[in-house]
């Protein structure tokens, strides 16, 4: 097996390399003055399995052309199969008509992927599980909430005073699997309205009892808005501890900012987007998904998480 790593999130790729004991395979990627990328595999590779790794993340376009190449690139170096890691897939947000007119962007990239020659691809924590079934190659859909469990229990949150919740009614199925995890603990879901034009979030009410202590589960945190809004209606309810777990620290515009300044008490994440050094801040924890890429390579098949 080669591994090979674009330039979204080397320091994940160097870990699930790690993981297997190897460095990552040679790749030289040359940028030309106006952008365009070069990718040429510096290493003979006839019949092996290549894996790369590349979150789909900012500059979005960019990691994916990027992608496409290295995909190219190897399977014209002989590579005997191609297995995508992208533990951040851009664009799955989009994954219908939200209205008349839009574009299904999911859909173009998928149709790219598997134009390109990519035979498997490994991805976390899918904003829909309808997303597999959008490809016509085999999907791992991983998640980090195994992690977040393990991290609920080492911290001693999964207690009676405690309550799970989701910012949306769109990651209940989210919240259930994490309740399980943690043998059955309570969980609440906000009603969130996001204006489609402003992206402007309101929290409308919840279902569900809240407790002193709240923890938030989200796929991703991108402007910060959902959470930082959930944090304020959720101390209007009484909530006096806030935490919050998300899979993808996507971290756009301010939202290191308001997260830092929020009412939340800490943010963890995961490592399926690099955050550059200004991105950091003192709330924040950020938790490996290396391991769970090596074994789901290893083992040939997703962790047993229960989807559906
Ligand atoms: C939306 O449905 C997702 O699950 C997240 O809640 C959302 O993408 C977070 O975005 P933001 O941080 O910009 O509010």
Avoid: C
Wanted: charged share 25%; hydrophobic share 40%; no cysteine.
């Amino acid at each position: 097996m080669k591994i090979f790593s674009g330039s979204s999130n080397k320091p994940l790729a160097k870990k699930i390399g790690k993981a297997f004991g190897q460095k990552l395979s040679p790749l030289e990627i040359y940028i030309f003055s106006d952008g365009e990328r070069r990718v040429r595999v510096e290493e003979h590779i006839v019949g092996a399995e290549a894996v790369i790794v590349q979150s789909t993340s900012t500059p979005v376009d960019q990691n994916y052309m990027e992608l496409f190449f290295i995909a190219d690139a190897v399977q014209r170096s002989g590579a005997k199969s191609t297995t995508a890691v992208v533990p951040y897939l851009g664009y799955q947000r989009q994954d219908h008509i939200f209205r008349d007119g839009e574009a299904v962007s999911l859909e173009v990239v998928v149709k790219t992927l598997e134009a390109v020659g990519i035979n498997w691809l490994i991805a976390f924590d899918l904003h829909s599980i309808k997303i597999p079934e959008v490809f016509k190659i085999p999907v791992s859909h991983l998640s980090a909430l195994p992690l977040f469990a393990d991290e609920i229990e080492r911290r001693g949150w999964h207690t009676k005073d405690t309550v799970l919740v989701s910012p949306d009614m769109g990651g209940i199925r989210r919240i259930r699997i994490l309740s399980e995890l943690l043998g059955g603990m309570p969980y609440a879901s906000i009603e969130k309205q996001r204006d489609l034009s402003t992206g402007k979030v309101e929290a409308l009410g919840i279902e569900g009892s809240v407790a002193r202590r709240a923890i938030m589960v989200d796929d991703m945190i991108s402007s910060g808005s959902t959470m930082v809004k959930a944090a304020e209606f959720l101390r209007e309810k009484g909530v006096e501890e806030l935490h919050v777990f998300a899979t993808h620290p996507v971290f756009s515009a301010e939202a290191p900012k308001l997260l830092q300044e929020s009412l939340i008490k800490d943010v963890y994440v995961t490592d399926t987007v690099y955050i550059p050094l200004d991105k950091y801040f003192p709330k924040l924890t950020v938790l490996s998904v290396a391991g769970t890429i090596a074994r789901a390579i290893e083992n040939k098949r997703p962790q047993k998480i229960n989807f559906k």
